[in-house]
């Protein structure tokens, strides 16, 4: 008998000692619960105060020498490619190994394990991680900002090479965070524009010239409409889904969703309803939803009316179009018949932020790293590599967030008829605009297009749709709604 | 000489020390610690400080009114009925058929293992799966349709609440009917062939034996199933959230998918979470304890209820006689 209770004694032991392991850094425990005990927010304080002596210059930093791995957290292996990359052409610089935790996206599993282990830490914390556009301002502003180590810190000299560079103003705005900072930058450009097929457009107006069709089809939603009418006549929708254009609304709109912790329905995002419904109802589109079996069907052209165009960056060109024409070469499903032109309004839509850990061991590497992806605007920077397709055998051109190397790089594409994308791509960055994101957007956004679906469908009035919206958002989240 | 004899007794504990530790960290603290922060004010991402609020009730209260979560328990009564009653229904007929004495139906190895296969299958993708096949504009569903000439446009059967709801029913029921049909068959063979012998030799035709000696006898068996099915049931996650995210329109949004996003998705409410997780614990509890009640052995209980009248008339009649005793 003595012995059970000796074991069952060791096994609370070993339970509790387990529990109060985790509780120093984090209170989440139940061992913690006592409001008194508060060891964890001594710790985090202090690592701010540490953080706030150098703000506003750019710090000599130095490695720790012992540390041998370098930590990555990414949802696709294109950032771990690059720092592949980095050591192979500086390996004196780059004396780590490289430790890579790649996560997909979907699924929603990418930013629980981030986070989790941002808030563990140890030597297994992420040096450096990865966050998409859709979810970027949590790390940067949001609730999971504290994590995030300003570029400055890592003796980047910021100010200077953002200027040289020229980043457009967006991606600065989304990766500075609520103290000034600059904590994260993305490599890629994302500003949106109007991916159409060259051979409608010839049918329908006799050109297909992006400098006349851009005027067809905007500047605003009226001419945009009065287009969709023009193409109708001869049989084809001018986009897929409304689901294109809400990517469009969404990333111009004025104000994101939360307002001073207020639900905020911006205008311009109201008007999608009408948008939606106007599409629906003249028959304008498909009717798809994005990301699904028949959006795609629509990029090679066999859906139920051939598509004119969709609403996207150049990764849209790269990673989606290409991929679902339907060919690979010129004259091959719809591969050759693409060109793109400015948007009816400006937008931009997804990319990838680079975030440093405050807690990294290696800040000086990971501020070279970091200034190779991000800031480097010469031959031998990263996004030179990546504008002209050199990085690796089988990369193509893309669209890079350093205006200085558009300018100087050619972004002629077969996929679009010999087109030099960059010069539609790098004014498009400019009216982008990066100071409505929220990290609700996720969250929000599902209901949002969830009721916009139900009103065009017919299910419901439009008050009712944005009423049960409110009531959604109100109900799933501690948003002040109106 | 005496041998000390040799106890393996602790070999037992030993071995149960694994398990122990691993559910006491992984099952019974969670558990704990859940109850807990359903009365503090920790919610937020990547915060790790709460305190217990001064009306130590106010999350319940907040999720007993939020007409989301109301919404999401009538959505997930309405599923988990929709998909148990035809389930237990054919999983009985199957087993009724695959353990009769009179027809020997060949292949039963096959059979059974074919049934239990969409359980083998994992739930994401059986969920992608039916989500594709009711693809709108494109499908394959729609395809068929079409060409059968059912219809002449494409229909978007996934805007349809009760469609969506019937997909996700059906889901359930498709994936577990084997499984149910399992474990009664298993229940079936347990019981001691005599009876149906018995009843054979006494004339009962196949139908009788069914439902005179059969279903009686598989009573606790079936109250295992219920329960089962019942806990199951009302924790269904991953095919409403994988099928369609909770949608159209949040008729497919069950509880456990509201306490998921509650907790992981815009404002990371832990504690109003853990406070919904806390009432669907105590309705699964209280729907289980009633179940129970339902289909105990009541002859048994009857049986047992009578023994301790007896007993107390017993003592009762041993006072009287001690106090008369006394008395004389």
Known sequence: MKRIIALFLACLMIMSLALTGCGKRNTKDGSTTDPGSNTGQNTDQEDNNDNQGDNNETAT???????????????????????????????????????????????????????????NGGSDAPDLYVAEAAFVIKYTQGDASQYAKPYKELGIDVDNLLKEAEIAPYTVDIGTNT????????????????????SIAKDVWGTDDPEVIKGKIGPGWDKFFEAAEELKQKGYAIISGDGDLWHAVENSSDQGWVVDGKLTID???????????????????????????????????????????????????????????????VGEGTYGD?????????????????????DTKIPKTLGKVIEWI??????????????????????????????????????????????????????????????????????INKVWREQVREYTAGNKSKEQAIEDFKQDVRDNTDLIVE | MRRKGVSYAKYGYIFCIPFVIAYLIFSFYPTIFTLVIGFTDFKGL??????????????????????????????????????????????????????????????????????????????????????????????????LLQKLGFIDEPTYFLMSKKIARGTVAFIQFWMWYGYTMIV??????????????????????????????????????????????????????????????????????????????????????????????????????????????????????????????????????????RRLDNET
Not at chain 1, 268 to 283: G, I
Not at chain 2, 78 to 106: D, E, Y
Not at chain 2, 201 to 212: C, L, V, Y
């Open chain 1, 374 to 443: 991000t800031l480097d605007s010469s031959e031998n920077g990263l996004q030179h590599m990546w504008a002209n397709g050199t990085f690796s055998e089988d990369s193509a051109k893309d669209t890079v967030a350093s205006g200085t190397v558009m300018k100087r790089s050619d972004g002629e594409l077969d996929f679009l008829g010999g087109q030099n994308m960059f010069e539609v791509f790098v004014p498009a960055g400019e009216f982008a605009n990066g100071k409505n994101l929220t990290q609700y957007d996720e969250t």
């Open chain 2, 184 to 321: 009664l068959i298993s229940g079936v063979l347990g019981i001691n062939p005599e009876l149906f012998e018995a009843a054979e030799i006494d004339g009962a035709n196949s139908r009788q034996i069914f439902f005179r000696v059969t279903l009686p006898n598989l009573r606790t068996i079936m109250l295992f199933t219920l329960v089962t099915s019942l806990i199951g049931g009302l924790n269904m996650f991953d095919i409403p959230k994988l099928f369609l995210n909770g949608g159209p329109d949040n008729a497919t949004v069950t509880t456990n998918v509201f306490i998921y996003n509650q907790a992981f998705s815009g404002s990371y409410l832990y504690n109003r979470a853990a406070a919904a997780s806390v009432i669907m614990f105590l309705i699964i509890s209280v729907c289980s304890a009633i179940l129970f009640m339902i289909l105990r052995d009541k002859e048994a209980s009857k049986l047992r209820k009578l023994e301790k009248m007896q007993q107390k008339e017993l003592r009762k009649a041993e006072k009287e006689t």
């Open chain 2, 46 to 143: 990547g915060k790790t400080e709460f305190n217990f609020l001064d009306n130590i009730f106010e999350n319940f209260i907040l999720i007993l009114k939020n007409p989301s979560f109301k919404r999401s328990l009538s959505n997930t009564v309405v599923i988990w009925i929709a998909n148990f009653i035809p389930q237990i229904l054919l999983a009985l007929l199957l087993t009724a058929w695959f353990t009769s004495h009179r027809r020997k139906i060949k292949g039963q190895g096959i059979f059974k293992v074919l049934f239990y296969m969409p359980n083998i299958i994992t739930a994401a993708t059986i969920a992608i799966l039916f989500s594709s096949l009711l693809a709108y504009p494109i499908g394959p569903v729609n395809a």
């Open chain 1, 338 to 358: 693409w060109a793109v032109c400015e948007p009816p309004i400006g937008f931009f839509w997804g990319g990838s932020w680079i975030l440093a850990n405050k």
């Open chain 1, 179 to 198: 103290d000034s900072q600059v904590v994260a930058l993305a490599y890629q450009s994302t500003g949106g524009a109007f991916i159409y097929r060259r």
């Open chain 1, 61 to 119: 930093v130095e490695d720790d020498p012992s540390v041998k791995t370098f930590n990555i957290y990414a949802f696709t292996d294109e950032v771990p490619n690059m720092i592949k990359k980095f050591k192979e052409l500086y390996p004196d610089e780059f004396p780590y190994e490289i430790k890579e935790t790649i996560i997909a996206t979907t699924d929603g599993l990418y930013q629980p394990a981030l986070d989790q282990a941002l808030a």
């Open chain 1, 267 to 329: 205008p311009k995002r109201e008007e999608f309803f009408d948008l939606s419904k106007k599409l629906k109802d003249n028959n304008y589109h498909n009717d798809t939803v994005d990301w699904q079996d028949a959006w795609f069907a629509d990029m090679k052209g066999v859906g139920e009316k051939e598509v004119f165009g969709f609403f996207g960056p150049a990764w849209l060109i790269n990673y989606t179009l290409h991929d679902n024409c339907g060919g690979t070469k």
